[in-house]
């Protein structure tokens, strides 16, 4: 199956960390993507893992993977009023031309 | 500027009408790809080019045609619009097929 899970709406106070969780069902995922989209606008590519590795930093983010249960989190530290937005996350899969299956996407809104 | 642009940004049109959007990226990308975004934010792709060969395309109505004159563009064309056609339509590329995609704005397409 190819379904691609996230809770709804995640609420934050400005400062504190973010953790948007994923789960995903297609065991042959190859990558994993977070995407960021703000209001009106398109999606902004945040950061990728490949499928064999655990975690990845990028600053402010840090995706964590868990394959044997097939969890993708998301975690944003210091979040700040402009992280609100909705996160998707997304699969690819090795043979599938590229063909990203989506999240339905987390409301993340930070409040002061 | 803008590495994946989609024109135009917004298009309001009757049933019936035939209606076409423009995507161009100047990433030198060999992959290109439409998305649809429905009213809850759900995303799916609907058609995918590489080097100007069409290599994924989705259960989408033959009223919808891509059609892509060189590599840096793919258009997409509508016949016979219908109302549950509204919807924000994301043009994409990639590097090649297994690679990050990059999304351009979107078009929020209402048809009345």
């Known amino acids: 199956g190819e379904d691609v899970e996230q809770s709804l709406f995640l609420s934050v106070r400005e400062g504190d960390s973010s953790v948007i969780n994923c789960t995903y069902t297609d065991s042959s995922s190859t990558y994993l993507y977070w995407y960021k989209q703000e209001p009106g606008a398109g999606l902004q590519l945040l950061t990728y893992i490949f499928s064999n590795m655990d975690m990845k930093q990028d600053q402010r983010l840090t995706v964590l993977l868990n394959k044997k249960d097939k969890h993708l989190s998301l975690r944003i530290a210091d979040t700040q009023t402009g992280d609100s937005a909705i996160y998707f996350c997304?699969?690819?899969?090795?043979?599938?031309?590229?063909?990203?299956?989506f999240g339905t996407g987390t409301q993340l809104k930070v409040e002061l | 500027d803008t590495a994946v642009s989609q024109t135009p940004k917004y298009l309001v049109t009757q049933m019936g009408n035939d209606k076409s959007i423009k995507c161009e990226q100047n990433?030198?990308?060999?992959?290109m790809y439409w998305y649809k975004q429905d009213s809850k934010k759900f995303l799916k792709i609907m058609f995918s080019?590489?080097?100007?060969?069409?290599?994924i395309n989705e259960t989408v109505p033959n009223r919808f045609s891509p059609k892509s004159p060189d590599k840096a563009h793919l258009n997409l064309h509508i016949n016979s619009l219908e109302l549950g056609d509204s919807a924000v339509y994301f043009c994409?590329?990639?590097?090649?097929?297994?690679?990050?995609?990059?999304f351009g704005n979107g078009t929020r397409l209402t048809v009345t």
């Open positions: 080019y590489n080097n100007k060969e069409l290599i």
């Open positions: 997304a699969e690819s899969k090795a043979g599938g031309g590229n063909k990203l299956t």
């Open positions: 994409a590329s990639s590097q090649e097929i297994e690679t990050p995609l990059h």
């Open positions: 990433l030198g990308h060999d992959t």
